[in-house]
């Protein structure tokens, strides 16, 4: 995966992932766009308290990560939506394994890009969602060193505890959707031992063509 590429995923799945102020009823009504620009800013702070310690030791970012990314992530929705049909087939130790490889998969390719990200390189569009709405995307672009531009786009769904993440697709290309046609295709090639082996691919960090260069 190009560097550029990457940071522009970490910066928009980080920014997904700040601690609500409200849930629930009055979560519903808070603007999908809003809760990526309040994470920003906390995300950054975070960073900026100690980032030349980060520089130096980049697993402490998996702290941040934890903190701002994993518990507004909607883990479940992402895996089951990468499983597809074999959701139902997998046991459910398997389903918990598959959860837990895919998001750390995503943690760790995204967590060490964190550090190129700064606050002039993310442009969030302001989002119109009705209070009623349960899903929505919201459209940003990432600005890379040189000057060009990467159109984002967030998808997040709204739940009883807000607002979540639950896919991101740059330039057109879905993170789901890439990582859906690699391991259904192998899941259906090897039947049982399918699911065993894309949570050991996951494991070991490998990633789909699609999103790996």
């Known amino acids: 995966m ?29 603007q999908p766009s809003q809760v990526i620009e309040t994470a920003a800013q906390e995300t950054l702070k975070a960073l900026n308290a100690d980032r030349e310690g980060y520089r130096k030791d980049p697993a402490k970012i998996q702290g941040i990560v934890d903190k701002y990314l994993l518990p507004h992530f909607d883990t479940q929705l992402a895996a089951r939506s990468v499983l ?10 398997q389903r918990q394994e598959f959860i837990t490889a895919f998001i750390h998969s995503m943690l760790e390719n995204y967590g060490r890009a964190l550090l190129g990200f700064t606050a002039n390189t993310l442009k969030v569009y302001p989002s119109r969602v009705s209070p ?3 899903v929505a995307t919201v459209r940003t672009e990432v600005t890379r060193s040189n000057g060009a531009q990467d159109s984002v786009i967030f998808y997040m769904e709204n739940t009883s505890e807000g607002w979540k993440a639950f896919d ?8 789901i ?3 859906r046609e690699d391991f259904q295709s192998q899941i259906a090639q090897q039947g049982k031992q399918g699911i065993e082996a894309v949570i050991k691919r996951l494991e070991s960090g490998e990633k789909p063509a699609q999103i790996s260069h």
């Open 84 to 93: 597809g049909r074999y959701w139902k087939t997998a046991t459910p130790a």
């Open 132 to 134: 009623g709405q349960t």
């Open 2 to 30: 190009k560097y550029p590429r990457i940071i522009a995923v970490a910066a928009l799945l980080t920014v997904a992932s700040t601690t609500r102020a409200s849930a629930g009823a009055q979560a519903a009504y808070e």
């Open 177 to 179: 959707l890439s990582y």
């Open 168 to 175: 991101v697709h740059i330039d057109g290309v879905s993170y």
